[in-house]
């Protein structure tokens, strides 16, 4: 099946500095999306991108459909504690399929 | 806001038995599913569920595995015999349509012993 493979797996930055991850797949998706998880808890929703070459932000987060739409990117500028988590990326495959395919996940934690 | 609820948010079993896990969809939603998330790993999708039917499955949803809409307002998922490798988190989502994004729950924690 599609899979979805982010990196980096974790990171740990220093509060104030910019973020940035990506998620690939060796398939093409038809929707991008991003969800953090804090520990507990389900994932909520960041930022859904449905179009190739689409950029789109939400505050300090910036998200970016691949133009191939085998990639994704999430950008967090000037971290704060609260971005502290687990950041997964997500897609529908295929049109018409309404599951989602969850990516590995990125573990960002950030230093006093 | 409205917002996917689920109880318990812990269960605790021994092998073997039966578990419940339930959960309440945002109340205008159509669209059903149930995902698992095996401790430090990705959320893994294993039913979808729309009008009262199974959409698609996954292959961990196994004979083990029923879903149920008994009323207006509740999507439950049964494990009818459970195994270590049950534990895991399960969220449930929902959404109103397939182009519309999934509303997750808190999750259910199943600690099979």
């Known amino acids: 099946g599609q899979q979805l493979n982010q990196s980096p797996q974790s990171m740990f930055i220093q509060e104030g500095e910019d973020v940035s991850m990506n998620c690939t797949s060796s398939s093409i998706f038809n929707t991008w999306l991003w969800y953090k998880q804090d520990p507990g808890e389900g994932p909520v929703l960041l930022i859904a991108l449905y179009k190739a070459g689409e950029l789109t932000s939400n505050g300090r987060l910036t998200a970016q459909f691949g133009i191939t739409r085998k990639d994704s990117f999430l950008n967090i500028s000037a971290s704060i504690p609260s971005d502290v988590g687990i950041y997964f990326c997500a897609g529908h495959p295929d049109f018409g399929n309404e599951k989602l395919t969850f990516g590995t996940g990125t573990r960002l934690t950030i230093i006093p | 806001e409205p917002e996917v609820t689920q109880t318990p948010s812990h269960q605790v079993t021994q092998m073997g038995q039966e578990v419940i896990l339930r959960c309440v969809p945002i109340?205008?939603?159509?669209?059903f599913y149930w995902y698992r998330q095996i401790l430090g790993q990705k959320v893994e999708f294993l039913v979808s569920?729309?009008?009262?039917?199974?959409?698609?499955k996954s292959e961990i949803f196994d004979d083990q595995f029923s879903v149920e809409r008994p009323d207006g307002s509740n999507f439950t998922l049964k494990i009818r015999s459970t195994k270590l490798e049950d534990s895991a988190m399960y969220f449930c989502?929902?959404?109103?349509?397939?182009?519309?994004?999934?509303?997750f729950g808190p999750g259910t924690r199943l600690l099979v012993l």
């Open positions: 989502a929902s959404h109103r349509d397939p182009k519309e994004t999934q509303y």
């Open positions: 109340s205008n939603h159509l669209y």
């Open positions: 569920f729309y009008n009262n039917e199974i959409s698609e």
